[in-house]
T-cell receptor, first 114, second 113 residues
Framework: KQEVTQIPAALSVPEGENLVLNCSFT??????LQWFRQDPGKGLTSLLL?????REQTSGRLNASLDKSSGRSTLYIAASQPGDSATYLC?????????????FGEGTQLTVNP | NAGVMQNPRHLVRRRGQEARLRCSPM?????VYWYRQLPEEGLKFMVY????????ESGMPKERFSAEFPKEGPSILRIQQVVRGDSAAYFC???????????FGDGTRLSIL
C-alpha cells in the first residue's frame, strides 16, 4: 500500500527566503508525482507534475525534483513571498496498470511572513 | 472553459439526514474521482467513475455511501443517514482519460449538526 509523507508539517519563514518542502513515498512504482497548492477553504491548484521518467520540472520560482528509486521528491520555492502562504500537497499516481487514484501526503502548511 | 464545478459549496445537515453532493466535470472529461479531506488530514481517495460505470470504489465506506455518474448530468456522491464523522470537505476531480492529470473542483464542505 502506497504511503506518502510530507515533512515538515508546518513551516514559517521570512519573506525572501528560499525553502524546500519534502515528500517521500513508500512504493517507487509510480506513474507520476504532482505538487498542489491548497488555499484555506479552496480547492487544489496543480503546481508541477513530474512523470516517472523525469528528474525535475520548473515553473517560475518553483522547482520540483523526483528521485523515484529512493522514493523522494522536493519542492523548491525561491525568493518566497507572503502570497506563497498556503498548504502544499504532494500526490503520487500508481504505475500505469495499477489504476488512477492519487495518494496524497498530509501537506506542509507554509507561512511566509512579510 | 469552465473548470470542475461542485455544488453546493457548503452543506449543512442534521444527523440522520441525507447529503447529496454534485460534480460537473470539465467539458470533454468522462472520468470523475471523489476524494475526502477530514479535518487536519490529507485527501483520501474514495471512488473513481466513468460514465455509467464505477471503476474503483475501494476507498468508499461500504455502508451509507454511494456514487454515480449517469450518462447525462453530473456525478453524485450520496451519503445516507449522515453522522458527525462525515463532516469533511469532499473534492471532485475529472480527467479526459484515466492517466491524464486530474483537475480539481473547489470542494463541498459538509457540516453535520
Amino acid at each position: 500500500k502506497q504511503e506518502v509523507t510530507q515533512i515538515p508539517a508546518a513551516l514559517s519563514v521570512p519573506e525572501g527566503e528560499n525553502l524546500v518542502l519534502n515528500c517521500s513515498f513508500t512504493d517507487s512504482a509510480i506513474y507520476n508525482l504532482q505538487w498542489f497548492r491548497q488555499d484555506p477553504g479552496k480547492g487544489l491548484t496543480s503546481l508541477l507534475l513530474i512523470q516517472s521518467s523525469q528528474r525535475e520540472q520548473t515553473s517560475g520560482r518553483l522547482n520540483a525534483s523526483l528521485d523515484k528509486s529512493s522514493g523522494r521528491s522536493t519542492l523548491y520555492i525561491a525568493a518566497s513571498q507572503p502570497g506563497d502562504s498556503a498548504t502544499y500537497l504532494c500526490a503520487v499516481r500508481p504505475g500505469e496498470t495499477s489504476g488512477s487514484r492519487l495518494t496524497f501526503g498530509e501537506g506542509t502548511q507554509l507561512t511566509v511572513n512579510p | 472553459n469552465a473548470g470542475v464545478m461542485q455544488n453546493p459549496r457548503h452543506l449543512v445537515r442534521r444527523r440522520g439526514q441525507e447529503a447529496r453532493l454534485r460534480c460537473s466535470p470539465m467539458k470533454g472529461h468522462s472520468h470523475v474521482y471523489w476524494y475526502r479531506q477530514l479535518p487536519e488530514e490529507g485527501l483520501k481517495f474514495m471512488v473513481y467513475l466513468q460514465k455509467e460505470n464505477i471503476i474503483d470504489e475501494s476507498g468508499m465506506p461500504k455502508e451509507r455511501f454511494s456514487a454515480e455518474f449517469p450518462k447525462e448530468g453530473p456525478s453524485i456522491l450520496r451519503i445516507q443517514q449522515v453522522v458527525r464523522g462525515d463532516s469533511a470537505a469532499y473534492f471532485c476531480a475529472s480527467s479526459q482519460i484515466g492517466l491524464q492529470p486530474q483537475h480539481f473542483g473547489d470542494g463541498t464542505r459538509l457540516s453535520i449538526l
